[in-house]
């Protein structure tokens, strides 16, 4: 059994070294011009069929991330362009909202009339539909996300295919955190919505610096879009913020880049493992 004092003796050196090294980091930092960016991931949803905006993103020089839904006409196809020119890709998978068209859903759904294994069954095969994808974001949804039988589901199916999660805010009552915290699975939920259905080039540029300054004030930030009837509208805006971010120095990165690794989320018992 170790002495007491020797346990407080070694506590106190941690204590003392890390309390140093963040008074000299920072400095030597601002000295060699290395101080951490702020971070932007910017989610483009809703590709998978041959609608506006689609081929203006692929083409640009945007490190977005492309959210493909499946089971449409182009859902494959995009997938592996969009992997092919660099960019990270997820799944955009429908869920049932509690207000809205089925139509807007498109093929396969998830919708909670549909068992456990039927639900588990659909998303592994927009897993196959979408290859190259390294995570999941909700389309539409406020119906299901708080549903923790059918989440629950989706979820085990990602972790089975290391998949991240991204909630993306259409419901207060999502249980998507509370679960991907008791899984250990990595996720994030979106700050703010770049468009919408009415939205125009300014809208999105305005929208743009919102997530700036969420970035600016907490070190990172999700930002959603969408391709479709206003894909150009989200284009031109998101491409007329570009030079406000590089001025500030914020990195636009793949969403990957910014949500927190199982580390991150659990650092339980650090100190024990130092001081014993």
Known sequence: ?????????????????????YMIIPAVFAEEGTEEKAKVAIIIDDFGGNIDGVYRFLKAEIPITVAVMPFLDESTEQSVAADELGFEVIIHLPLEPIKGKASWLGPMPITSDLSTEEVKSRVRKAIKDVPHAKGINNHMGSKIVGNERIMRAILEVASEHNLYIIDSGTSADSVIPELALEMKLRYGVRDTFLDDTRSSRNHVYKQMLKLYDQAERRGEAIGIGHVGIKGTDTFNGISDALKYLEDRQVEIVPVSDIIPTAIDVDPSGFWQHIVE
């Open 1 to 21: 059994m170790k002495n007491h004092s020797d346990i407080k003796r070694k506590t106190f050196i941690v204590l003392t070294i890390l309390i140093f090294s």
